[in-house]
């Protein structure tokens, strides 16, 4: 089993309409990260939690919503996707210290029709 | 503004045939340079942390370098399962990563 877990892997939904993506861990680390990946612009970081109490934005958090509910669970949401936010999304992990390695998920590709 | 920049966008090499990719970068007080390698369908991975000018890592075909200003991603021999997007990424002391736009290498046999 992968150690980031993101649900679902695929979604296509229209615009206006509520998404979540949903990340889980078992690697035991404190910090979690959302990215989006669009192609020509790199992965760009939306939000990020240092523990369950700490939530950060990130880059690009305008038009999501993340919610930690537990050490290995951090979930992002769409309140009312539009179509610029179809991209490839990525939950990671990193050790509780200020390290850049980062563990990713397999993505979650989103399609707002 | 920091800026990661890598270049070609894409690479297609013969097996056998070495090159380097590169990833050049505008930052203030940088604290390490990462690369990590992204199959297709799947999340990057990470390869290698630089923190100091003239710093060199290795890993079998794989050997990154570290300037002031750059860093050179050396692939040896390729083989094509090193085919994929390879990734390049600043911090600052302090911040969150800054990833450039990737390299795509293809390896044909």
């Known amino acids: 089993d992968a150690d980031v877990t993101q649900t679902p892997r695929n979604r296509i939904t229209k615009t206006g309409k509520r998404i979540m993506l949903e990340c889980s861990q078992t690697?035991?680390?404190?910090?979690m990260y959302w990215y989006r990946q669009d192609p020509g612009l790199g992965l760009r970081l939306i939000y990020y939690?240092?523990?369950?109490?700490?939530?950060n934005k990130g880059e690009i958090s305008d038009g999501y919503s993340v919610s930690r509910q537990a050490q290995a669970k951090f979930s992002l949401s769409l309140e009312s996707a539009i179509p610029n936010q179809t991209a490839l999304y990525f939950c990671a992990t990193s050790e509780n210290r200020d390290t850049g390695e980062l563990f990713f998920g397999e993505g979650s590709r989103l399609t707002v029709l | 503004e920091d800026q990661v920049t890598q270049s070609p966008e894409a690479l297609r090499l013969q097996e056998g045939e070495s090159s380097s990719l590169n990833c050049s970068y505008t930052?203030?007080?940088?604290?390490?340079l990462f690369w990590y390698r992204q199959d297709p369908g799947k999340g990057p991975e990470f390869l290698f942390t630089l923190y100091s000018a003239g710093e060199e890592k290795e890993k079998e075909r794989l050997k990154a370098t570290l300037t002031k200003k750059e860093s050179f991603l050396h692939i040896t021999a390729p083989k094509p399962e090193d085919s994929a997007t390879y990734l390049c990424a600043v911090q600052k002391y302090g911040n969150k990563l800054v990833f450039g736009a990737g390299t795509i290498l293809r390896v044909k046999s």
């Open positions: 930052v203030s007080g940088l604290r390490g």
């Open positions: 939690s240092f523990d369950v109490k700490d939530i």
């Open positions: 690697k035991g680390h404190d910090r």
